[in-house]
């Protein structure tokens, strides 16, 4: 059975940092690109960072770039995002996805294996 559980989400204040962990299992981790998404209220959701499923190539949306950073670590099974700087406009839900496509897509595919997770909270106050 697959199950990606998120965790590390808060409320911090403006400026703050953050690092959202998820942890996989049920499928094979290291063959999969991952991804962190995230879905504010009213707004479609948007994909903040995609990585390679060795984690050599990073892509990151517009407005995180320099602020967020994506990793993984294969031994573990788990995906990060660490977010400093964080501004209001961050508050969200956070998802993270695997995919057997890079970057992992933000609707799905055809074709393509793609597993969520239920998401954890970000808020950030100003």
């Known amino acids: 059975q697959v199950q990606m559980v998120e965790s590390g989400g808060d409320t911090v204040q403006a400026g703050g940092s953050l690092r959202l962990s998820c942890t996989a299992s049920?499928?094979?981790?290291?063959?999969?690109?991952m991804a962190w998404f995230r879905q504010a209220p009213g707004k479609e959701r948007e994909r903040v960072a995609s990585?390679?499923?060795?984690?050599?190539?990073?892509l990151y949306e517009d407005t995180v770039k320099g602020r967020f950073t994506i990793s993984r670590d294969n031994s573990k099974n788990t995906l990060y995002l660490q977010m400093t700087s964080l501004k209001p406009e961050d508050t969200a839900m956070y998802y993270c996805a695997a995919a057997s496509l890079y970057p992992v897509p933000v609707k799905p595919l055809r074709g393509v294996q793609s597993y969520w997770g239920q998401g954890t909270q970000v808020t950030v106050s100003s």
């Open positions: 049920g499928f094979a981790f290291d063959e999969y690109a």
């Open positions: 990585i390679t499923h060795r984690g050599g190539s990073q």
